[in-house]
C-alpha cells in the first residue's frame, strides 16, 4: 500500500530564512508525487508536481528514488507563505491520491 | 476554465438524520471525481471515486455512500449520520491524469 509521511505537524521559520518541508513516500512502482497548498480560508490547491519540475512561487520539490523523498524547499520564506501543505502521492491512475497529514508553515516576521 | 462546486458551504445535523452534499463540475466532460473526508491532525482520506456515470468505487467501509447521477455531478450521502462523521468534506475533479483540482468543501457537524 502506498503511504506518504510528512514528519513535522508545524513548522515555524523565520522571514527571509530557507524553508524545507518533508516528505517520504512509500511505493512499489514508479509514483507522481505532488505538493498541495491551503492558504488560510481558502480551497486545497496544486503547487507543484514533480514531472513538471517547475519552481512555483519560489517553491521547488526534487524527487529522490533512492531515498524515497519529495522535499518542498524555498530558499528565502515570505510571510505569504503561511499555509498548509500536504504532499500527496499518485499511481498514475484514476484511483486517488493518497496524501500526508500535512505540515502547517508559519513564518514569522 | 473549469470549475468545480460544492453545497452547502456548512452543515449541522443530529445524530441519526440523513446526509446529502452535492458536487457538481463546470467546463469539462467525463471528469474523474473523488470525495475525500479532511479530519484535523489527519490529512485527507479519499472516500469514493467515479470515473463515469453510476460508477462508484469506495476506498474504505463507513457509512457513507456515494452516487453520480450525471457527468458533472457527484453526491455523498448517509441514511443515518453517526457523530464520527463529523469533519470537513472536499470533492475533486480530475482531466483523468493524476493531478486533481478540489472544491472549497463542507463543514459538516453531527450533533
Known sequence: AQRVTQPEKLLSVFKGAPVELKCNYSYSGSPELFWYVQYSRQRLQLLLRHISRESIKGFTADLNKGETSFHLKKPFAQEEDSAMYYCAISGGGADGLTFGKGTHLIIQP | ?111
Open chain 2, 1 to 111: 476554465s473549469q470549475t468545480i462546486h460544492q453545497w452547502p458551504a456548512t452543515l449541522v445535523q443530529p445524530v441519526g438524520s440523513p446526509l446529502s452534499l452535492e458536487c457538481t463540475v463546470e467546463g469539462t466532460s467525463n471528469p474523474n471525481l473523488y470525495w475525500y473526508r479532511q479530519a484535523a491532525g489527519r490529512g485527507l482520506q479519499l472516500l469514493f471515486y467515479s470515473v463515469g456515470i453510476g460508477q462508484i468505487s469506495s476506498e474504505v467501509p463507513q457509512n457513507l455512500s456515494a452516487s453520480r447521477p450525471q457527468d458533472r455531478q457527484f453526491i455523498l450521502s448517509s441514511k443515518k449520520l453517526l457523530l464520527s462523521d463529523s469533519g470537513f468534506y472536499l470533492c475533486a475533479w480530475s482531466p483523468g491524469v493524476a493531478e486533481q483540482y478540489f472544491g472549497p468543501g463542507t463543514r459538516l457537524t453531527v450533533t
